[in-house]
């Protein structure tokens, strides 16, 4: 698992969400960070990810996947949001 990954999966993340507002993405994005630093992977598969993402991710190979993540990466410290892009779907 390299940086390239997890920034995929951020990226992933906040595309995924319903809510397009900035702001509300953000707390998203914080509340799975705090999920990721307790290891709450289950509650991360069942209440944020879209039925698109869980149905191309079996919950066993996605639990399995952040664990090896969190193992090598360790927890979540910080980050700065640079820039902020609306996507108009």
Same mark, same amino acid.
């Given at each position: 698992? &390299?940086? +390239?990954?997890?920034?995929f999966i951020t990226t992933v993340f906040l595309i995924g969400c319903d809510n397009h507002d900035v702001n509300n993405a953000t707390i998203e994005v *914080?509340?799975?960070? %705090?999920?990721? &630093?307790t290891k709450e992977f289950i509650g991360i598969y069942d209440t944020m990810l879209t039925n698109e993402f869980r149905n191309s991710m079996p +919950? &066993?190979?996605y639990? %399995?996947?952040m664990n090896q993540t969190y193992n090598i990466l360790g927890v979540y410290r910080n980050s700065t949001? +640079? +820039? *902020?892009i609306k996507l108009n779907h």
């Amino acid at each position: 698992m &390299n940086i +390239k990954t997890i920034i995929f999966i951020t990226t992933v993340f906040l595309i995924g969400c319903d809510n397009h507002d900035v702001n509300n993405a953000t707390i998203e994005v *914080a509340r799975f960070h %705090s999920m990721y &630093n307790t290891k709450e992977f289950i509650g991360i598969y069942d209440t944020m990810l879209t039925n698109e993402f869980r149905n191309s991710m079996p +919950k &066993n190979n996605y639990i %399995s996947f952040m664990n090896q993540t969190y193992n090598i990466l360790g927890v979540y410290r910080n980050s700065t949001l +640079k +820039k *902020a892009i609306k996507l108009n779907h």
